[in-house]
């Protein structure tokens, strides 16, 4: 078959099936002009994930808005959102893909340019991932992680035992928050005194109320401890998993400098606090809210695996992360959406768990939902995060461990009354009130 002049084929996969379709290549899509919604976020009444379907009624990828300007396609369908992620047309890596962004001549700042600007795993593309990756599934292998695990089981014991004089409890600062901390200075080897600061700094960071100015500290701050754990590390790699990244990024055919072992710090960091504490407090959240559902998991009829993987699905600890650029023109046949080529794409996690052609009531936590517990959380395709097993691992040995110790432990307040992050990126509780009996 011969092609029109500035046509080309798309390649895809969805679920084994290919998917081809043709569009003329050519600058950005006209969809993306004035008018379109902001993107909020979690607001009083309403999670990311309603906030996302809500978006739904204007198609699989409608335009927003995001803070700055910048002008995206909010992709809140699962399947494209899937055939998105596991293809190679579109990309993380803003100075190859998004025009005007490495010249300088593109202004971006604030939220967005914190997320796209650090040079890392998460912020590549092909070859340049590939390579980024290696150093990081080196050091958290499903074998090494599964070693870990005893030393997981007396950090949560160590959080559990300080809770024993305390009756009502904020189950995010007390326990929740903890457990990650603690993971990370004593497996990841990053020193205790950094973590507190780190966290403050971090925060902001997931803020998308937040400023310009406020972003450029909390992005300051964060980079200045991360440059002192690198000096450290570069110095004297001890027998932690930042030791092992040390040495396998120097090793590797392409030694990492400084500043990209600073950036892949700073996703494994953040990626080890901020998502796990939100994905711990949430399925207790869950569990506690349903009684029906915790008896079946305590009971060991169905497994704390399955029901994180349910949590999961109905609130990720991730609402989204920006920000993807389409590589060249395409169109996605199955949905008929065309993307034009440096077009800003953001994959909406937290929409695509509550798609009701995928999930029959897709709001009600089931942890023997016939259809499965399909979930982005943890990426898709070759972005799949290399640290999901170690967060999974914490996260059903925090929740199972605090339900057996106090299996009278209630949630104080509704859950629709708990408070969320001022955020479309952060999705989860700040503060979680609770009474351990």
Same mark, same amino acid.
């Given at each position: 078959m ?8 798309i390649?895809?996969a969805h679920?084994?099936a290919p ?5 003329p290549a050519?600058?950005p899509?006209?969809?993306?002009g004035?008018g379109c919604?902001h993107l909020r ?7 990311n994930?309603q906030e996302g379907?809500?978006l739904?009624a204007?198609?699989?990828a409608?335009v927003?808005?995001l ?5 995206a396609?909010?992709?809140v369908?699962p399947? /494209?959102a ?8 579109v ?8 025009p005007?962004?490495?010249e ?11 997320w796209?600007?650090?040079h890392?795993?998460l912020?590549?593309y ?8 290696a150093p990081?599934a080196?050091a958290?292998?499903?074998r090494?992680v599964?070693a ?8 949560v014991h160590? &959080?559990l035992?300080?809770?024993?004089? %305390?009756e009502d ?9 903890p457990?990650p901390h603690e993971v990370?200075t004593?497996?990841l080897g990053?020193?205790?005194?950094h ?6 700094a971090a925060?902001g960071?997931?803020?998308t109320?937040?400023g ?5 500290r909390?992005?300051?701050? &964060?980079l200045?401890i991360l440059d002192q754990l690198v000096?450290?590390?570069r110095e ?8 092992d990244?040390?040495r396998?990024?120097?090793?590797s055919?392409?030694p990492?400098?400084d500043?990209?072992?600073?950036d892949?710090?700073? /996703?494994i ?10 994905a711990?407090?949430t399925?207790l959240? %869950?569990?506690?809210s349903h009684?029906?559902?915790r ?12 029901a994180?993987a349910?949590s999961?699905r109905?609130?990720p600890p991730?609402?989204?992360v920006?920000l993807?650029f389409?590589v060249r ?8 959406e065309?993307f034009g080529e440096?077009?800003? &794409?953001?994959?909406?996690?937290a929409?695509?768990?509550?798609d009701?052609?995928r ?6 936590f089931d942890v023997?939902?016939?259809e499965g517990s399909?979930?982005l959380?943890?990426g898709?395709?070759?972005h799949?995060c290399p640290?999901?097993?170690l967060?999974?691992?914490?996260v059903?040995i925090a929740v199972?461990r605090?339900?057996e110790r106090?299996?009278d432990v209630? /949630?104080?307040?509704?859950?629709e009354q ?6 479309w990126?952060?999705?989860?509780y700040t ?7």
């Amino acid at each position: 078959m011969t092609l029109a002049p500035g046509h080309e084929w798309i390649e895809g996969a969805h679920e084994g099936a290919p998917v081809v379709g043709v569009r003329p290549a050519g600058p950005p899509s006209a969809a993306s002009g004035g008018g379109c919604p902001h993107l909020r976020g979690a607001t009083a009444g309403e999670s990311n994930g309603q906030e996302g379907r809500r978006l739904r009624a204007s198609g699989p990828a409608p335009v927003v808005e995001l803070p700055g300007g910048v002008q995206a396609r909010v992709v809140v369908d699962p399947g /494209l959102a899937e055939r998105l992620s596991a293809g190679p047309h579109v990309s993380r890596d803003a100075a190859r893909h998004w025009p005007g962004f490495r010249e300088g001549t593109r202004s971006v700042d604030g939220i967005i340019h914190a997320w796209i600007g650090t040079h890392n795993a998460l912020n590549s593309y092909g070859e340049d991932h590939r390579q980024l990756r290696a150093p990081i599934a080196a050091a958290l292998t499903r074998r090494r992680v599964e070693a870990m695990a005893p030393e997981i089981e007396l950090i949560v014991h160590d &959080v559990l035992d300080g809770l024993g004089a %305390h009756e009502d409890i904020d189950l995010v600062q007390s326990y929740a928050l903890p457990i990650p901390h603690e993971v990370i200075t004593r497996l990841l080897g990053v020193p205790a005194q950094h973590l507190p600061a780190f966290s403050a700094a971090a925060a902001g960071l997931f803020d998308t109320s937040a400023g310009p100015a406020d972003v450029g500290r909390s992005m300051e701050a &964060v980079l200045g401890i991360l440059d002192q754990l690198v000096a450290s590390a570069r110095e004297r790699p001890e027998d932690n998993l930042i030791g092992d990244l040390v040495r396998a990024a120097d090793a590797s055919e392409s030694p990492l400098s400084d500043t990209e072992l600073r950036d892949q710090l700073m /996703l494994i960091i953040i990626a080890g606090t901020e998502t796990t504490v939100h994905a711990i407090g949430t399925l207790l959240v %869950h569990l506690l809210s349903h009684p029906d559902q915790r008896a079946l998991v305590m009971s060991g009829q169905v497994s704390m695996d399955a029901a994180l993987a349910e949590s999961l699905r109905l609130r990720p600890p991730i609402a989204a992360v920006p920000l993807r650029f389409a590589v060249r023109p395409f169109e996605d046949a199955r949905s008929g959406e065309h993307f034009g080529e440096g077009e800003p &794409v953001l994959i909406h996690l937290a929409a695509a768990g509550l798609d009701p052609e995928r999930y029959a009531e897709p709001e009600r936590f089931d942890v023997q939902r016939a259809e499965g517990s399909r979930s982005l959380a943890f990426g898709y395709g070759p972005h799949v995060c290399p640290g999901a097993a170690l967060a999974t691992r914490e996260v059903v040995i925090a929740v199972r461990r605090l339900l057996e110790r106090y299996p009278d432990v209630r /949630l104080t307040v509704e859950p629709e009354q708990l408070q969320e992050p001022s955020s479309w990126i952060s999705n989860g509780y700040t503060s979680i009130p609770g009474q351990l009996a």
